[in-house]
């Protein structure tokens, strides 16, 4: 019933969802949490996403779909500059669901919150699902910057899906490490580490070309 939803509601629910998740986590988080956060009833939360599930998995895709803007921002960009500000908006500092950003305590519990949430995928279908969607489509957009990074001649010739892969999963578990071992530094410091080994040799004439 999500495509029923009208784009203001859905907006307000998807923020009210951001908001509920920082202040429940996932385990105790409830449909009313929500509806508490968005000013809404329950009934219509139900009239549109019939379950938490439901609701969540749009959450993913709404997730998905903030983060794809965030690749269309860059489009005036080379491929060198595109891709340090993409891995760098990959990074605690500008994560956020809305026009603002983010605290960095939100940060944590909303990522521990989404840590829980790919927790069940092993056993929710649909989560793993929108899941394996969002990070697919994240991977597919790192490697096509790479891929004309590659054809206009700014960066050496490599696999663009296995090099977006490495940057993407070592970003990803540095989030995992800063939420589950209060290492708060583990995405900086794995940042500085792709842009020294991966990002700087990525470019023509760099230290490995």
């Known amino acids: ?6 784009p ?24 009313q ?20 599930r439901d609701l969540l998995v749009a959450f993913l895709r709404y997730l998905l779909e903030r983060f794809e803007e965030k690749f269309e921002d860059t489009e ?10 993409l891995v760098s908006r990959m990074l605690p500092a500008d994560e956020t669901t809305d026009e603002n950003r983010v605290d960095e305590s939100d940060y944590d519990r909303f990522g521990l919150a989404i840590l829980e949430v790919r927790m069940q995928a092993p056993y929710e279908e649909d989560y793993r699902e929108q899941l394996r969607t969002n990070m697919e489509v994240i991977r597919s957009g790192l490697a096509n910057v790479i891929e004309d990074g590659i054809e206009t ?8 899906d296995r090099t ?28 500085a580490a792709l842009d020294e080994f991966v990002l700087s040799s990525l470019v023509t004439g760099g230290d490995d070309a």
């Open 153 to 160: 001649g700014a960066f050496r010739d490599v696999d663009p």
């Open 76 to 85: 005036d960009e080379d491929p060198e500059e595109r891709l340090r500000l």
């Open 164 to 191: 977006a892969r490495l940057i993407v999963d070592a970003l990803d578990g540095a989030r995992s490490e800063r939420v589950t071992l209060d290492d708060n530094d583990a995405p900086t410091e794995v940042a």
């Open 33 to 52: 949490d929500i509806a508490d956060e968005a000013e809404k009833s329950t009934s219509l939360l139900h009239y549109h996403y019939d379950t938490k």
């Open 8 to 31: 203001d509601v859905h907006e307000t629910v998807m923020e009210a969802t951001y908001r509920a998740l920082c202040a429940n986590g996932f385990a105790s988080l409830t449909m």
């Open 1 to 6: 019933m999500e495509s029923s939803v009208p």
